[in-house]
């Protein structure tokens, strides 16, 4: 309150000192304008007055101008007038000027220059004008012409003036004062009151660290800065909780402080350089404005704690309209944009590049090669040339941001870059080169249907570690080089040498972060139950729920006919069971995935008009990506997830169901396709290409006694915990860090310049 009387007294004073200095303006001004019109009419006057006193004067008869005098004031409206000699005495004076003065006026002034001169004066209490000039005899001036005119409107001015600027200021201030109070109380104060009690309320813990703030809000930067301190704070507290609860229970759970402290030490001031087809910031144009946008990604999420603490590089395929105009001359930008902490290097790729490399060779060749969906590889040369350029532009990227950095560390991330490792050890002995390869590893028949599967290899084997999911997967990768050459493999530690050098291959598991879900998370907030509501689940009696890319490797044809087959066998469920499919598109540019997309509209709608009734449909098919707080919500409230992928690195669906479940409730139908399944020992396995099985385990987890639930999910829950995706980055880093290398003292000093 204090705040909008301080402003309000403020506003009322400047626009009374404005008002004023304008009102005494405008009465100089007023005044000037009067006097000048005063002084014109007064000699117009004076001149024809002249015509009638100097032949007077000459021919002696000035008592004679009296009657003249008399007549001319009555018709010009006049004050009056006089004629004085040279020693001010009068000769002739009108009759208002004689009673005026007692008849004996004093008024006026020897004045002889020939255009006159003139001054205010007051007669018997009424201003007057008065407006002297000489009447010229033959030699010299005889006597003094006076004219008397009105100065009524002169002197009434100053009120008149002051008056008016009165009347405006006054209601001006009152209403300025009224409008001001009102908009200080709700686009200030109101905001104010209520950022004051949210930080009240999350200082006593009984809120989020989330506050939404109004958009357009006067106090939009502040708000947003105070959730960030908030989030920041409520993150520290956290993580210092679950590192006194870590040593009360002697657990070893990672968390980003104990990843990003634990990695300060192992990589001892060294710098860790990260390698992705995906950056972890992206730049976009919203109107006029650049945003920032934040790719989901397990991988960021593990990898920048460790990127923070060492000050390290991401290199990246630049994909935001918008990247160019942040970067500078090296192509780098710091990240992330509310605290920079380390360095984003973007590589730049021509629609040509992208195509052969990303889509061509990558998504068209090497994806479904790995993963045994039955669906054909395509390999041509063009892309293989891309992918060549893409991988040697990504290594020059790479190569420059090491200059001066004494053994480096490089993590490549996935098939992408498969190339990459040979062509950084080649130009950096000292550098240790880990990659990690996030799709499956076929068997070795499989991987020789690519036409350069030796040069592929020979890429990857330049890392010092190789990385995947399972051990299945890098046992099938051994296989594969030890068909393609002549090599030494050390099964017992599970490495390759070759031209004198040791590649060892390890299985990391993925997983996620494993964060405590809020209250608009878990589905329980207003947020979390507007989500549900929007989603078209909220009055379902069982709700099942699958996330995924429209991808031939995630089994959703498949998934869909289990539920078909499901509702076909237990009719009791058509009207009450309802399936939350999550569809985003995915690289549309490649015709295969473009008629998949189709095939799974045309699949959700045949299956919808066969059982659906009413307003209920079995299949709510939503064919965009959703956020995390709207995915979270749709987990928390399903009795069952489905994933059903045909092959599959990971899966990382499955981990965040079972992280989200926080009420240790809910069934994880997941396919024994997955990385995730020889994780997740208490989910309902199952074969997606039976689809009489995939019938079966949806009634099955349906009708699943709750302590059975509870029992599997708790044990699930602990394994995700404790194998989060924190620790999989300490591990990872952690066995790369601790590779020996042996650089000539001359590699070092060349790359060093």
């Known amino acids: 309150m204090t705040l909008s009387f301080r402003l309000i007294a403020l506003l009322v004073g400047g626009i009374t000192l404005v008002v004023v200095v304008a009102a005494w303006s405008e009465v100089r001004a007023e005044q000037f ?58 000769l002739a004076v009108s009759s208002a000027i004689s009673e005026a003065t007692g008849g004996h006026p004093s008024v006026g002034a020897s004045c002889e220059v020939p255009q006159g001169c003139s001054e205010f004066v007051s007669l018997g209490g009424r201003p007057l004008f008065a407006y002297t000039t000489p009447l010229q005899g033959e030699l010299k001036a005889d006597a003094l012409l006076t004219v008397f005119l009105d100065a009524s ?25 009224v409008i001001t109070y009102f908009v200080m109380q709700s686009a200030v104060l109101a905001p104010i009151a209520r950022t004051a009690r949210w930080m009240r309320d999350l200082r006593f813990g009984r809120v989020s660290a989330r506050v939404e703030a109004e958009p357009g809000s006067l106090l939009d930067p502040i708000s947003s800065e105070a959730a960030s301190l908030a989030q920041s704070l409520a993150s520290a507290k956290a993580s210092a909780e679950a590192e006194a609860r870590l040593r009360e ?122 993963h045994i969906a039955h669906t054909r590889p395509t390999f041509r040369v063009n892309d293989w040339e891309h992918y060549r350029q893409v991988n040697h532009k990504f290594a020059d990227a790479v190569l420059d941001e090491m200059r001066e950095v004494e053994r480096p560390v490089v993590l490549v991330q996935d098939y992408h870059f498969a190339l990459l490792p040979r062509l950084i050890k080649e130009a950096r002995p000292d550098a240790r080169v880990s990659m990690f390869w996030h799709i499956p590893w076929p068997n070795p028949e499989a991987f020789e249907i690519c036409p350069w599967q030796q040069d592929l290899l020979d890429g990857m084997l330049g890392a010092d570690i190789i990385s995947f999911h399972i051990q299945a997967h890098c046992q099938n990768f051994l296989e594969t080089v030890d068909r393609a050459f002549e090599c030494r493999i050390e099964w017992d530690r ?60 995630k089994g959703i044809l498949e998934r869909f006919l289990g539920i078909e087959r499901f509702l076909d066998k237990y009719p009791d469920y058509c009207g009450r069971f309802t399936f939350v499919q999550i569809g985003a598109p995915s690289r549309t540019r490649i015709k295969r995935y473009q008629d998949l997309l189709v095939d799974v509209q045309v699949e959700a709608d045949r299956i919808n008009r066969r059982f659906g009734a009413g307003a209920w449909r079995p299949i709510q098919l939503l064919e965009q990506a959703q956020n995390h707080r709207e995915i979270t919500a749709l987990y928390r409230s399903a009795e069952l997830c489905l994933v059903t992928s045909l092959h599959d690195g990971m899966n990382l669906v499955a981990k965040e169901f079972v992280a989200s479940r926080d009420d240790d409730d809910g069934v994880l139908v997941l396919s024994q396709f997955t990385g995730a399944s020889h994780e997740l020992r208490d989910a309902v396995r199952v074969n997606p290409y039976d689809i009489e099985q995939l019938a079966e385990a949806i009634k099955g987890a349906i009708e699943m006694p709750v302590e059975e639930r509870q029992i599997r999910m708790r044990h699930m829950r602990r394994e995700v915990k404790t194998h989060n995706v924190y620790r999989w980055a300490a591990d990872l880093i952690s066995e790369v860090a601790e590779v020996r290398v042996e650089a000539p003292d001359r590699v070092l000093a060349t790359t060093a310049h």
Not at 284 to 294: C, H, L
Request: glycine share 8%; charged share 25%.
């Open 33 to 90: 304008a009067v006097q000048v019109e005063l002084q014109q009419r007064a000699e117009l006057v004076a001149d024809r007055l002249r015509e009638a006193a100097e032949p007077a004067l000459r021919a002696n008869s000035v008592k004679a101008l009296a009657t003249t005098f008399e007549r001319l004031v009555a018709r010009h409206g006049l004050g009056g007038v006089a004629v004085y000699d040279t020693n001010m005495n009068p």
């Open 153 to 177: 409107l002169m002197a009434g001015t100053p009120g008149r003036v002051w008056r008016n600027a009165l009347l405006f200021v006054v209601p001006q201030v009152l209403l300025i004062a």
């Open 249 to 370: 229970t002697a657990d070893s759970l990672w968390t980003p402080e104990r990843l990003r402290v634990g990695m300060q030490e192992r990589l001892r001031g060294t710098r860790l350089i990260v390698v992705s087809n995906r950056e972890p910031y992206e730049h976009v144009y919203r109107g006029r404005t650049i945003e920032t946008k934040v790719p989901a990604s397990g991988v960021v999420t593990a990898l920048e704690p460790v990127l923070v603490a060492c000050d390290g590089t991401w290199v990246a395929n630049a994909s935001g309209d918008a990247d160019r105009e942040v970067v500078d001359a090296r192509c780098r930008v710091r990240v992330p944009p509310d605290r920079a902490r380390y360095t984003l290097r973007r590589v730049w790729l021509t629609r040509e590049e992208e195509e052969g490399y990303y889509f061509g060779f990558a998504n068209e060749g090497l994806w479904p090669l790995c």
């Open 494 to 553: 599970f490495a390759v040498r070759r031209r004198d050098h040791m590649t060892c291959v390890r299985p990391h598991p993925i997983s996620v972060a494993f964060e405590t879900p809020s209250d608009d998370d878990l589905g329980t907030g207003p947020q979390g139950r507007s989500a549900a509501e929007r989603l078209g689940f909220s009055s379902a009696e069982f709700v099942g729920v699958g996330v995924d890319r429209v991808d031939y490797t």
